[in-house]
């Protein structure tokens, strides 16, 4: 599975962006799949997961309220709805997925990335 991420930009506080992961190779739809960012000098860090038939999600406090992930297994894609955005929110953002049926906010548990798109927010 490859995974290509878009979306990402630069938005002013308070603003609001999608992101969107398209999967090719192979459907993705029995995978669970997330979304993780990383800023500068920090590590890369869990942002949202969601179950590979949509039912089960779980969010990072950092972004409950604020962002929504989603997916359309029927067009191998997968979203990350951002808003009410931040200045700390300011990271590249990757998606990933894995076969298994757990959603881990661990990066060690997803097989396959993206290549990450950057999102920058302004204060």
């Known amino acids: 599975v490859q995974l290509q991420a878009s979306g990402g930009g630069l938005v002013q506080s308070g603003g609001s962006l999608r992101l969107s992961c398209t999967a090719s190779g192979r459907s993705f739809r029995s995978y669970t799949t997330g979304w993780f960012r990383q800023a500068p000098g920090k590590e890369r860090e869990f942002v949202a997961g969601i179950s590979w038939s949509g039912a089960v999600k779980y969010d990072a406090n950092s972004v409950k309220g604020r962002f929504t992930i989603s997916r359309d297994n029927a067009r191998d894609t997968f979203f990350l709805q951002m808003s009410s955005l931040k200045p700390e929110d300011t990271a590249v953002y990757y998606c990933?997925?894995?076969?298994?049926?757990?959603?881990?906010?661990?990066?060690?548990?997803?097989?396959?990335w993206g290549q990450g798109t950057l999102v920058t927010v302004s204060s």
């Open positions: 990933a997925a894995d076969r298994s049926r757990d959603i881990s906010t661990s990066t060690a548990h997803y097989s396959y």
